[in-house]
Every structure is written in C-alpha cells, then in structure tokens.
C-alpha cells in the first residue's frame, strides 16, 4: 500500500512537471495551441518602447543645455505623476535629444502622449494673428476643484495660480479687456445684435449712425481668451492671483462630469510637472526587443538545472533512498512554482531571476536540513517541526524585505518580492505536505 | 593564527578593497553596461522577418568586437539596431554588406545613418531603488532589536545597519576595481549581497 501512496505522488510530480515544462497542447482552429500560460517578463527581458524627443529648433536662442536640463526635469515629473513603473531617462547634453525608455504595456502610448502633450499656459488678444498677454512664466501652479449646487449638477474649474508678475499682469489684462466668461458673453451677444441690425438696416443706413456705431464700437473692450496647450477655456472669476477657468458645461451627467474632471487633472498635471522652456517634438517611438534572448534564457535555465543535477546526485549517494525521493520531491517543487508564477501574473525580471536562484538555494537547505535530522533521529515529524522552527525564524528579515519590495512601487523590485513571495510560501507549504509524506511513507515501509 | 588576527586581516582586505573602489571610482568612474553609456547606432530596414538574429550578432561581432548590442525591431522584427560604443563609416558600410548577403533588401550604407545615443546617469538608473532599501534596513533592524534586545540594542542597531553598508561598499568597490559593467544585472548582485549581508547579520545574532 505504502509503495503504491509513493508511486501515486512520483506520477502526480511527472504530470505537474509536464504540464508546466511541456505544456498542454489541444487542437484549436486546426493547429495545437499550448493552453498553459506564458510567462511574463519584465522590460530587460522582452523589450522595451523607446521614444525619442528632439528639440524643434536647434538654431533658436533657447536652444542650450540649461534649458534642455528643465525639460529633461520637466518629463520625469510628468511621468513620476503618471506612476510611469521603471523608466529610464538620457539627455544628449550637445543637441538636447531626450531618450525615454518605457516598459511596453497597456499604458505605453498614454506615457508617450503626455511626453509631447502641452501643458503651456496662455492668455492671448483674440483674433487671428493674437498678441500674448501672459504667459507660461507667469504660471505657479494648477489645481482641479468643482461645485455643485441643489439639483446635483456640478461644475468643474482648474484654478490657475500665477506668481507675483502674473498676478500684476492678469490685473492689468482684466482692466484692458474682456477676459471673464461673462464679459466676453455680453460683448459677443452686442456685437451679434448689431451685426443682425446691420443686415436688417442694410443700404438705408446714414452715414451719420453708421459713425455712432463706431464710436461705440471704440468704447467696447477687446477680447482676451486664456489657453493650455492649444485649448481655448472660458475663465470665471479672477480673484488675486488665482484665475479660476471652467472646464466643460455644468451637468448632473456623472459621466460628463468624470471626463471634465480628468481633463482638469491631466491639466493641472501637464503645468505642475513643470515648463518647456524649449519647443520639442516626437522623433522615433519604436518597441525595440531586447538583447538577452530566448537562447540566453534557456542557456541559462539549463546551467541551472545541471547545477540541481548534481545536488540531487549528492543528496543520493549521502541519504539513499530518502535523498531520492527528497529529489523527486524537489522538481515536483519547481515545476509547481514555474506554474505559480505563470498564474500569478508576476513579471520576471533580471532581479525576478535572482529570486528564483535564492528560492532555489533556500529550498535545497530546507531538505538538506530535513534529510540530517530526519538521518540522525529517524523522525520526519521531528525533521519538518525542527528545520521550520530553525530556519523560518531566521528568514524573518528576508520575508520583512520580500515584503517591502512587493510595495516597492518599483517594477523591477516588485518582481524580485513577489516571485520571493510565492517562493517562501510555496516551500512552506509544500514541503510540509510533499516532502513530508513521501518521507513519513519511507520511515514506515 | 587565533580569531583576533584572522578578524584584523579580514577587516584589512576589506577596507584595502573599499579603498582601491573609491580611487577607481574617482580616477576611472564606474564602467558603464554599454545599454547605459554614450554610443552610436545604426538602424537596418532588413524589410523580412528577422528569424536568426545571431547570424547578425556574429557579423556584429566580427566587424565591432565583442562589446555590440544587437536587437530587433517592432512587432514584425523586420529592423535591427546595432549599438556600439563607436561605429565607423566603414565599419557601417562593411556590416550593410555582410547582412546583404543574408537578406535582400533595399536600404544601402549611404542611406544608413549613424546616431548617437546619450548616456543614462547612474543616480537616474538606480534613485529609485533608494527608498524601497531604506525602508527595508528600517524595518529588518526594528525587528533584530526586538528579537535580539538581550545582545544589546545599540549593538545589534549598529549590526543590522553596517554589515549590509559594508558589504554593498564592499560589491561595488569590487565591481568598479575589475571594472565589471554596471547595468542591468547591478541591482540583482545589490539585493542578493543584502540579503546575503543580512542572513551573516542574523548567524552573529544567534551565537
């Protein structure tokens, strides 16, 4: 009964390691399609975007190191309050070409839009060719709010808070001309009522009113309009240096109002990351592969397995039988935790492999601990009880740092925690069912 | 040789070794993984699925030395860059011809550019690990001064905290005396030391 139990396990440990190194292969749309998962890997591993930024003009005034510096600065914040995971950044320092590297996934295009979005502010005369009244150096810095009143409708504004010179110059704009929604209202409403006189008057107009109208005309101020980017917003209300722009209509419409609100965040976010001293525009965006290969990869799971090899051989000649079935035990162990990280979703990066070498090592102390005991007492119980208590406390600290690089917010960082994660679990719990039982079923033949 | 003195020429080596990594650091800088440092690169429309990518890493390799990268690129891997430190105009004009033989396509070494990449700062490819590390060295040495008060917590404080300092110093000294690239395999040789510094931290606690 006993050699049927191990003989039960040993094919239950050949089924997980063929499914999780072979596959399973079923027939889809006449071709045989592994339905195990692939495995996921990180940005060294697969690949990444690299998106390229170059200076619009190289022969302009603005065109110097200083300058290329702030956007360089100016990219990374936007893309730190994008939550953009493991990027990297270089700046050519002679011509200002920025190079960002980006992991490619889902978000890539929304990271690369926002690396050439605009976030200038403006207030500018209107018409077609207008004079600018203030511009993005007179900007602080922008926050989202929003209103709402009785029957539920809201109102979303971004305030726009200008520095001291800013604050002098939209004083003298709202003196000189029409910036606030309501003011441009009430002129554009006076001069479509008199356009529609005109037209109705046509011919028999005197030259003597059409003169009186012109005097009025003098007398009506100029419109003034404020922009981000290349957006026209209307303003509310001007209240020491905060100017308050509405953003959309005001609605009950939840799904109106969320799209208001995010063009207010993407906004006070483009001006918060900072300025572009210098016009810059998209160069190459391209998903480059990478240089580590699949025949890397493999070359080096090999060297790997080679090395478990001779473990296991060790482990053979030292503890016999036992040291056998601990082996067996051990790819069981390693298929299993192959098939964990596929369906975990963890990405395996250059530190992810790393994990994997120390859940290795630490797994083999682990059943060498067991395989000495057990040697000297004859008592798998013992074994299993003695090498958790003796191990598992001393690994506190490496599970408080697992832990900590699960949060770690860094891509990189949290693959090497989570794949540390399941990695520890996994031997706690399988080698307290698996190893445990084979070993108990041996002490007992 | 007793304890005592086996202790002082460690603690000499490893100071030496901190020693050398500091002058090497400010006479020759850390040697940069070529992914991170300033070079040149040329881009190849091959115009066909790229199938056997080291056919090109060997001609690569034979025309720019052993220290290239080459990579394919786009969903349809129809384009390689190569990456090198410095590329010639001959040594462009040589590799478009070797990979000619190989694939048909229209694009010629006069219409091939060689552009530079910028070099990454090391402070810009690491800052960000910096935080998630010192919250880690917070954490561990709260716990080790709770677990092992009884060894004295000023002593087990200074522990947890200076072998792990000491044995990165210790790494990246080393790696900038044997001049080993920094790169992308760095941080992975950083966290293993740490967690190898710590395991060593945890066996003098237990004594």
């Known amino acids: ?445 | 040789m007793n304890q005592k003195n086996k202790k002082i020429i460690i603690c000499a080596i490893i100071a030496l070794i901190i020693l050398g990594g500091i002058v090497a650091v400010n006479v020759l800088g850390f040697n940069k993984d070529l992914a991170f440092e300033q070079s040149q690169r040329i881009d190849i429309d091959v115009g066909q699925q790229i199938k056997d990518e080291s056919k090109i890493k060997e001609i690569a390799n034979e025309v720019l030395g052993m220290h290239n990268m080459v990579q394919t690129v786009e969903i349809y891997e129809d384009m390689v860059t190569i990456r090198a430190k410095v590329i010639s105009e001959e040594q462009k004009n040589t590799i478009v011809s070797k990979i000619k033989e190989i694939y048909e396509f229209e694009q010629t070494a006069e219409k091939t550019d060689i552009n530079t990449v910028p070099a990454t700062r090391i402070r810009d490819m690491y800052k960000q690990y910096i935080l998630p590390f010192a919250i880690s060295i917070a954490l561990v040495s709260i716990y080790m001064v709770i677990r092992y008060y009884k060894k004295g917590m000023w002593k087990v404080l200074a522990r947890t905290i200076f072998v792990p300092v000491i044995a990165e110093l210790l790494l990246l000294s080393w790696i900038a005396i044997v001049r080993i690239p920094i790169g992308r395999f760095t941080p992975v040789l950083v966290i293993l030391m740490y967690i190898a510094s710590t395991l060593y931290v945890i066996n003098k606690n237990e004594k």
């Open chain 1, 1 to 445: 009964m006993k050699k049927v139990k191990i003989t039960t396990i040993i094919l239950a440990i050949i089924l997980v390691t063929l499914v999780a190194f072979a596959g399973v292969y079923i027939k889809t749309q006449n071709r045989m399609e592994n339905k195990v998962k692939d495995y996921s890997f990180g940005r060294e591993l697969k690949g990444e975007r690299i998106v390229e930024l170059k200076v619009a003009n190289q022969k302009s005034e603005s065109a110097k190191l200083e300058n290329y510096e702030i956007v360089k600065k100016t990219l990374e914040k936007r893309l730190n309050n994008l939550k953009t995971p493991d990027y990297t950044i270089s700046l050519n320092k002679e011509d200002g070409t920025i190079i960002v590297e980006l992991p490619e996934d889902n978000n890539t295009d929304t990271y690369v839009y926002y690396l050439t979005a605009s976030g200038k502010v403006q207030v500018v005369e209107d018409g077609e060719n207008g004079v600018e009244l203030l511009n993005d150096s007179m900007v602080e810095k922008a926050l989202y709010t929003y209103t709402s009143d009785i029957e539920g409708a809201y109102q979303v504004f971004l305030d726009v808070y200008l520095t001291e010179e800013g604050k002098a110059k939209i004083q003298e704009i709202k003196n000189n001309y029409a910036v606030l929604s309501d003011e441009i209202k009430e002129i554009e409403a006076a001069q479509s009522a008199a356009e529609k006189e005109n037209t109705t008057e046509g011919e028999n107009t005197t030259t003597e009113e059409s003169a009186t109208k012109e005097t009025s005309t003098e007398v009506t101020k100029k419109i003034a309009r404020l922009k981000i980017g290349e957006t026209e917003y209307d303003i509310s209300t001007i209240e020491d240096n905060k100017v308050r722009v509405i953003i959309g209509a005001k609605t009950a419409n939840t799904t109106y109002v969320n799209s208001y609100i995010s063009v207010a965040v993407e906004a006070s976010m483009l001006i918060n990351s900072g300025k572009f001293p210098i016009e810059y525009q998209l160069g190459e965006n391209r998903f480059v592969y990478s240089d580590i290969t699949n025949t890397n990869i493999i070359y080096f799971a090999v060297a790997i397995a080679i090395i478990l090899v001779i473990v296991f051989i060790i482990f053979v000649i030292k503890y016999k039988i036992s040291g056998l079935l601990a082996s067996i035990s051990y790819i069981g162990f390693v298929s299993l935790l192959a098939l964990i990280l596929r369906y975990t979703n963890v990405s395996i990066s250059i530190e992810g492999i790393g994990a994997i070498i120390l859940v290795l090592i630490i797994n083999i102390r682990i059943n060498q601990m067991i395989l000495n005991i057990n040697k000297e007492k004859s008592n798998v119980n013992e074994a299993i009880i003695n090498t958790y208590k003796e191990l598992f406390l001393k690994l506190v600290p490496i599970i408080i740092i697992t832990l900590t690089f699960c949060f770690a917010g860094v891509s990189n960082l949290i693959s090497f925690g989570m794949i540390m994660f399941w990695g520890l679990l996994l031997i706690a719990v399988y080698n307290a069912i698996v190893t445990k039982t084979l070993l108990k079923l041996r002490e007992n033949k």
